[in-house]
């Protein structure tokens, strides 16, 4: 075998070398080295990793699925909110007329009275026809 390195020489080399790597993988592919199973050692390494990678990836999601609801919680309610107010303004504007008429008074919020198709009814009511229409119910 050309340019086959004799064991322990891994660690040697990339003793400071290689900031990226933990000294525990430098180790585990040392000792791999070594005893000839290196191949077996980096799939242990791999298989560490990935369980370490699925932890917190689970541990995030777990974080984050709160979250998630709430913001779901808050668009799903502004549309709502968005749907009904324009049909409450509109009940409003029918029940109460204009913007403009809807106080009986300074500071006042409207009362029946306001509405003009009350007053014109209740004034050409007369007194005994409201007295029918009472008994009646």
Partial sequence: MMGATPPGVF???TSGSLPALPPMVISMIAVGEQTGGLDEMLSKIADFYDEEVDAAVS????????LMIVFLGVVVGGMVVAMYLPIFD?????????????TDGPGRPPGPRSLPWITAWTASASPASRSSVSAAS
């Fill in 11 to 13: 660690r040697e080399r």
């Fill in 59 to 66: 541990g995030l999601l777990a974080m984050m699925e709160p």
């Fill in 90 to 102: 509109m009940i409003n504007a029918v029940q109460w007329g204009p913007k403009d008429r809807r």
